[in-house]
């Protein structure tokens, strides 16, 4: 997997969320969220903000709970759209890719940080999850 999301200021504790035993997960895996508080890699925009993973998950180990982060400050990807300081965070259209949340991202809850970087295409911008949006 590319593009993890790297933890730079930890503001909050990591806590569980369900994950398939069969699936292996880097740490900083951008997860999107399932009914049951399931975490699956996130793939693209358009997806539930499911936490950031806190440690690497290796497949087929028995383990079906990992630690993720719903807040901190994290260098983050940007995706084929741009982000603007100030403006709430989303999911892009690549997997561990962000970018400006829109009213409708808002509306269905899909917002989950704010930009404190501008940046775009491919750059790293510093985005504070959990706060701002």
Same mark, same amino acid.
């Given at each position: 997997?590319?593009?993890?999301?790297?933890?730079?200021?930890?503001?909050?504790?990591?806590?569980?969320?369900?994950?398939? /035993?069969?699936?292996?997960?880097?740490?900083?895996?951008?997860? !999107?969220?399932?009914?049951?508080?399931?975490?699956?890699?996130?793939?693209?925009? /358009?997806?539930?903000?499911?936490?950031?993973?806190?440690?690497?998950?290796?497949?087929?180990?028995?383990?079906?709970?990992?630690?993720?982060?719903?807040?901190?400050?994290?260098?983050?990807?940007?995706?084929?759209?741009?982000?603007?300081?100030?403006?709430?965070?989303?999911?892009?259209?690549?997997?561990?890719? $962000?970018?400006?949340?829109?009213?409708? /991202?808002? /509306?269905?809850?899909?917002?989950?940080?704010?930009?404190?970087?501008?940046?775009?295409?491919? !750059?790293? $911008?510093?985005?504070?999850?959990?706060?701002?949006?």
């Amino acid at each position: 997997m590319a593009d993890e999301a790297i933890l730079m200021v930890e503001t909050e504790i990591a806590v569980p969320i369900n994950v398939s /035993d069969g699936t292996g997960l880097p740490k900083g895996t951008c997860l !999107q969220l399932g009914n049951g508080n399931v975490g699956t890699k996130s793939t693209g925009a /358009d997806e539930l903000f499911g936490g950031i993973t806190r440690s690497e998950k290796i497949a087929d180990t028995g383990i079906t709970t990992i630690g993720v982060f719903y807040g901190g400050i994290f260098k983050m990807v940007v995706g084929t759209n741009n982000c603007t300081v100030g403006k709430a965070c989303a999911y892009d259209d690549a997997a561990n890719t $962000v970018t400006d949340s829109t009213a409708n /991202d808002n /509306d269905l809850g899909r917002s989950f940080g704010k930009f404190l970087e501008t940046g775009t295409s491919g !750059q790293t $911008v510093l985005v504070f999850v959990g706060k701002g949006y």
